[in-house]
Antibody, heavy 118, light 111 residues
Framework: QVQFVQSGAEEKKPGASMKVSCKAS????????IHWVRQAPGQRLEWMGW????????TYSQKFQGRITITRDTSASTAYIELSSLRSDDTAVYFC???????????WGQGTLVTVSS | QSALTQPASVSGSPGQSITISCTGT?????????VSWYQQHPGKAPKLIVY???KRPSGVSNRFSGSKSGNTASLTISGLQAEDEADYHC???????????FGGGTRLTVL
């Protein structure tokens, strides 16, 4: 069965960087794109970016340009999101999710809480 | 990239039906039949409940149905149950390179 397992919760200081992993299983990793979405406490889902599972091409939300990097390791069936220059308003749960068709995000990771606090 | 517009909250009593709207533009909701809906309980990941405007994944109750008219998509939940109390999010395909655009989410309260 398809499954995504994300790395554990992180606590970061302002100005630091975070890196969250998302390990996929149960399907051919390179066949589908992975999107990253975050949700601040009590807030809406916020789209951050995506990576093409086949060719590794990335697209990022303009809001995070310059601070975000999404990568993948096809040998490990794992996607990663890095966010630098963290601020307190980056405190959120970060989700990875698989795109199997336009606007169809069928499986999601369990989420990773990243807390940014001095 | 503007978010899709959803009402912040809706409510209904057990057994009733409710409808949640999701309004976009001709570049997203109105331009394609690629709108999906997700249910999210507190502390959980979103769960896909409707895709391609009105299709349900295997295992999703037929109490959940979707539709679209112009630039507005809608999710209807019939026969409300206590377990339906959750946040509901719409997502649409968009012609921009970002691929998707999200709604602001709607909190459903079952009275």
């Amino acid at each position: 069965q398809v499954q995504f397992v994300q790395s554990g919760a992180e606590e970061k200081k302002p100005g630091a960087s975070m890196k969250v992993s998302c390990k996929a299983s149960g399907y051919t990793f390179t066949s589908y794109a992975i999107h990253w979405v975050r949700q601040a406490p009590g807030q809406r889902l916020e789209w951050m970016g995506w990576i093409n599972g086949g060719n590794g091409q990335t697209t990022y939300s303009q809001k995070f340009q310059g601070r975000i990097t999404i990568t993948r390791d096809t040998s490990a069936s794992t996607a990663y999101i890095e966010l630098s220059s963290l601020r307190s308003d980056d405190t959120a749960v970060y989700f990875c999710t698989r795109r199997i068709a336009p606007a169809v995000l069928d499986y999601w990771g369990q989420g990773t809480l990243v807390t940014v606090s001095s | 990239q503007s978010a899709l517009t959803q009402p912040a909250s809706v409510s209904g009593s057990p057994g009733q039906s409710i409808t949640i709207s999701c309004t976009g533009t001709s570049s997203d909701v109105g331009g394609y039949n690629y709108v999906s809906w997700y249910q999210q309980h507190p502390g959980k990941a979103p769960k896909l409940i409707v895709y391609d405007v009105n299709k349900r994944p295997s295992g999703v109750s037929n109490r959940f149905s979707g539709s679209k008219s112009g630039n507005t998509a809608s999710l209807t939940i019939s026969g409300l149950q206590a377990e339906d109390e959750a946040d509901y999010h719409c997502i649409s395909y968009t012609s921009s390179i970002t691929d998707v655009v999200f709604g602001g989410g709607t909190r459903l309260t079952v009275l």
